[in-house]
């Protein structure tokens, strides 16, 4: 059959081309589809907002810059509506990549939005090497896990961390996570261990394994990657990178699956083609 | 021709970076730079990609280092050593008894304990010299001690035990069809699915069908995690793109 | 000598992590936090050998004139200069303004995000190309796919909006509600087994690392 053998030794450069395009062009001229906001990412504002005003939350942002995309819009709507409640935020970052992104998101809202004082109203304290070791020794006292902030400051004498002491002293744990460790180490190591409250925004890659601690009320709420982060700032009645990134998501996500269906079609028809020509043979 | 085509595109690029980086600055034109380096592996391999890459990984190892000397190394172990050895060269501890002062610690303040992490941590360099290569096993050793235990326990908690006890539901729930049916599929997928996993007798007869109605649950789970997946890579994307639009070239506002 | 101390460090040191989730009493939770220290800060020397590492591996390529020896350069060149300006700055490296945040900034944040960027173009081409539906699992794996992946984006809800105009019973059919359906029960109910499941063999596995029967660890040194 003719019209199969023209995608014979395709080359995939013009399939980045195609992707390239169909990304490119929502960003400069938005298509304005419209939004939905599906049950998880309204569990998790709802937990937020159920926050009493003024209390304390940790909020660990553990991620690096591959996963900025998906995770500093989620980080920054949640940390405006945490200081919207006068919330008492201590940030913390497992990852090795992450501190320096998780610093500017925090402080471009902490100081640049809402003109709060590092030290009384929030804190960053930044890395700590151990993964799952350093959350179980915070249970002690986030001090005694994290001597000295990002910018290298003693924490013990901090008027935040005098209340902020463990997980005895928050409302709420925030884990905002791109894989290892994140959500599931925080689940296992501080909520079942300690029954903190508990909500967590994530990657895509990472949302579906999360599903069952939705379902079994460890976790109170879950934004899963960009679609998460962009419902999340739309029932804040926020328009922000996540929300305007969507259309393009849109287009891409048909894109590969007309490829999956594309690519099918073409091994049937050859397959058949195949089967024909043996059926000829004398 | 192709080579007047080639260094015509060459120029056009160079004069678009001259452009954005006499207006944007010179440190985003280095990022966005940078960035269609690496963007140039989609057409081919080429030294663009292989000086990025190479410098990334220069860069990260570098990094790596500095973050965990000066956040890790240093004040959660030089700094309260050299705190506790101060504090007992100091007056008023003529008193103490020797074990006092290098035993006593309570939590949060380790004192003279502190040399064994140091000392292990060093140790963990004899990985360098062959001969002496068996005593980072000693380093090897703690951190696998203390992993084992914490995810042991971890694991058991939050993972079988909570997940076991909600998946506890009732099969009819009063006036509520839709959910009654939910639950009654859940557990079906739920059990089967379990039994996909038991491998101690062959998957032959009322065994062999309900580990294939397993695997068909399993697949659904797999084609969801690949729609995830598709939309993670996707975002990464278009957050650089979102980077070069908005920060270098300045023609959206994100 | 050299196995069975480590293996004995091991044994006990994970017996004593497992009875700290247990027993709330100091005699067992300040050694348990003491051992946490431990390994927070064991673990971060061992980033630092990483990076070591790295040095020594590339210095001895490039003494033997490897293939592509002249990219190790640009190497050795990015890791001294983080080491060096990282060295100088201090405690407050990481503060805004500093000459290591702006390396941080322009060169690793750009080069990690678009390295993983990379990964989109990859993931359509190879939907074209590998995805290949050849048994009844496989398609069940393939609608899954489709369904999540156009009901998880807008263009779902706006393709199928048709669908509030029909009776209220038939709104599930709207993608959006197909793709939360299939999250919630057949996806979630896979991916509890798998959970459940593998918390089992990280169990065993634990134990048996802790009681020494697993000793891969070691490395076969002798």
Wanted: proline share 5%.
């Amino acid at each position: 059959m003719a019209g199969a053998g023209r995608f014979e030794g395709f080359d995939r450069r013009w399939l980045f081309l195609v992707v390239w395009i169909l990304v490119m062009v929502p960003l400069v001229r938005p298509l304005m589809l419209p939004l939905v906001v599906t049950p998880p990412a309204q569990a998790y504002h709802d937990a937020i907002e159920a926050i009493p005003d003024g209390s304390n939350v940790l909020l660990s942002a553990d991620y690096d810059p591959g996963a900025l995309p998906e995770l500093v819009p989620m980080t920054k709507t949640t940390l405006r509506r945490l200081f919207s409640k006068r919330c008492k935020v201590v940030v913390t970052c497992l990852w090795n990549g992450g501190p320096g992104v998780v610093d500017q998101a925090v402080r471009s809202v902490a100081e640049g939005e809402f003109h709060l004082t590092d030290g009384e109203d929030f804190a960053h304290l930044g890395y700590k090497a151990g993964n799952e070791s350093v959350m179980v020794l915070m249970g002690q006292g986030f001090a005694n896990a994290f001597p000295n902030d990002y910018r290298g400051r003693p924490t013990a004498a901090m008027p935040i961390m005098q209340r902020v002491r463990d997980y005895g002293s928050i409302a709420m744990l925030v884990s905002i996570s791109a894989g290892y460790p994140g959500t599931k180490e925080w689940v296992q190591q501080v909520q079942a261990r300690f029954h903190v409250r508990m909500v967590s925004g994530c990657t895509a890659v990472s949302a579906p394994e999360y599903y069952p601690y939705l379902r079994s009320g460890q976790l109170l709420g879950l934004l899963g990657g960009m679609a998460g982060a962009a419902e999340y700032e739309r029932v804040t009645g926020l328009t922000g990178p996540a929300t305007r990134g969507m259309d393009a998501q849109s287009l891409a996500h048909v894109f590969v699956a007309v490829c999956i269906i594309a690519g099918n079609v073409l091994q049937w028809t050859r397959r058949r083609a195949a089967a024909g020509g043996a059926r000829g043979q004398p | 021709m192709r080579q007047m085509a080639w260094a015509g595109g060459l120029l056009a690029v160079a004069a678009v970076f001259a452009l954005a980086g006499f207006t944007r600055g010179f440190s985003v034109t280095l990022a966005a730079a940078l960035t269609l380096c690496i963007f140039s592996f989609l057409y081919k391999d080429n030294p663009f990609y292989k000086f990025a890459e190479h410098l990334f990984v220069g860069v990260s190892a570098g990094y790596y280092i500095i973050l965990n000397f000066w956040t890790v190394i240093v004040p959660n172990l030089w700094d309260p050593l050299l705190a506790t050895f101060k504090g007992d060269v100091g007056p008023g501890n003529a008193h103490r008894a020797w074990w006092e002062v290098v035993f006593g610690a309570q939590l949060g303040e380790y004192r003279y304990w502190l040399l064994l992490p140091g000392l292990f941590g060093v140790l963990l360099f004899t990985r360098f010299v062959p001969k002496l290569a068996w005593l980072s096993r000693w380093a090897l050793a703690i951190i696998i001690g203390v992993y084992a235990g914490i995810k042991t326990t971890g694991f058991a908690q939050g993972d079988l035990v909570a997940q076991a006890e909600d998946s506890m539901r009732t099969f009819w729930i009063p006036g509520d069809v839709a959910g009654s049916l939910n639950n009654i599929i859940f557990t079906l997928g739920l059990v089967t699915s379990l039994v996909f996993f038991f491998f101690s007798k062959e998957h032959k007869g009322a065994l062999g069908l309900t580990a294939r109605v397993g695997i068909f649950f399993l697949m659904v789970s797999f084609g969801a995690g690949y729609g995830y997946t598709v939309m993670s890579r996707i975002s990464l994307l278009i957050g650089r793109f979102q980077f070069l639009l908005d920060n270098w070239l300045g023609l959206v506002r994100f | 000598m050299k196995r069975e101390v480590p293996l004995l460090v091991t044994a006990v040191i994970g017996i004593f992590m497992i009875l700290s989730f247990f027993v709330p009493h100091q005699a067992v939770s300040v050694p348990a936090d003491f051992l946490l220290q431990c390994a927070v800060i064991v673990v971060a020397f061992g980033y630092v050998l990483g990076g070591a590492n790295a040095l020594r591996i590339n210095i001895d390529l490039i003494s033997k004139k490897a293939p592509n020896w002249q990219y190790k350069v640009v190497l050795l060149i990015g890791l001294l200069t983080m080491v060096v300006v990282g060295a100088v700055e201090g405690r407050a490296f990481q503060t805004p303004g500093t000459r290591f945040t702006w390396l941080y900034n322009q060169l690793y944040v750009p080069m990690q995000s678009t390295m993983f960027a990379l990964l989109a173009f990859f993931i359509a081409s190879a939907a074209f190309r590998a995805f290949r539906i050849r048994t009844a699992e496989a398609g069940f794996l393939a609608v899954a796919a489709l369904l999540v992946m156009i009901g998880r984006v807008p263009i779902g809800n706006w393709a199928t909006g048709w669908v509030q105009q029909l009776p209220p019973w038939l709104h599930w059919v709207q993608l959006p509600n197909v793709e939360e359906w299939i999250m919630n029960v057949p996806q979630n109910a896979a991916k509890r087994a798998i959970l459940m499941g593998a918390a089992l063999g990280v169990m065993a596995t634990g134990l048996r690392v802790i009681l020494g029967i697993e000793r891969s660890y070691l490395s076969g040194e002798e």
